[in-house]
């Protein structure tokens, strides 16, 4: 998954630099097929302990010339051309951009006993994908913040939001699931073998 989220960017000629950030245990002895890709637009990084952390890291090996950062799950290797555009779009317009999709499920929420406590208005309701696209100087900016502050969130757009920065969504897609559990690898196989 991994390989193909990298291959899938370094594809595009507008990006500079690809920075893949690894558990510590792997960065020194990377696994040699991530080297099947352009090694001069590749640069490991070492991950922290949570996802905030990571991006950090990433954050800091970026070369300087790099305007806007792109923060993507290799847990969704199958992100499109189209999504990315639209996110570099918004991005380049001086704000974060999140591929991201309506939620179309009725939602529950329910207390710890699993009873429900109300249905949820969905009407105004997105799922986060990724990637997630933002000017360099804001997002490093926010995860500056989070570090002084000792916070952690599950994406970086949240970093944004706490800081009052605008966000926008953009037009996500079905095919840029996340592959979380065993259960999604037979979804994913059948979504490799399908063309867009």
């Given amino acids: 998954m991994l390989l193909h989220s990298v291959q899938m960017f370094q594809r595009r000629r507008d990006v500079a630099m690809v920075v893949c950030v690894l558990p510590k245990a792997f960065v020194g002895d990377p696994p040699p097929w991530l080297f099947q890709c352009d090694t001069d637009r590749l640069l490991i990084s070492v991950g922290g302990r949570e996802r905030t952390e990571s991006v950090a890291n990433g954050l800091e090996d970026l070369p300087d010339e790099v305007n806007i950062v792109l923060v993507h799950d290799a847990a969704r290797p199958f992100v499109s051309d189209a999504m990315i555009d639209r996110v570099v779009a918004e991005a380049r317009c001086g704000h974060g951009a999140v591929a991201a999709l309506p939620v179309v499920d009725t939602l529950k929420e329910v207390d710890e006993t699993r009873r429900v406590v109300r249905t949820v208005e969905r009407a105004r309701l997105w799922r986060a994908q990724t990637p997630q696209g933002f000017p360099r100087d804001l997002i490093e900016r926010a995860h500056a913040q989070a570090r002084v502050e000792h916070v952690s969130t599950t994406d970086d757009?949240?970093?944004?939001?706490?800081?009052?920065?605008?966000?926008?969504?953009?037009?996500?897609?079905?095919?840029?699931?996340?592959?979380?559990?065993?259960?999604?690898?037979?979804?994913?196989?059948?979504?490799?073998?399908?063309?867009?």
Avoid: C, H, N, Q
């Fill in 157 to 196: 757009a949240a970093l944004f939001e706490r800081l009052g920065l605008p966000v926008v969504v953009v037009r996500g897609s079905e095919r840029a699931m996340k592959i979380t559990d065993e259960e999604d690898f037979p979804r994913a196989e059948a979504l490799y073998a399908t063309p867009e």
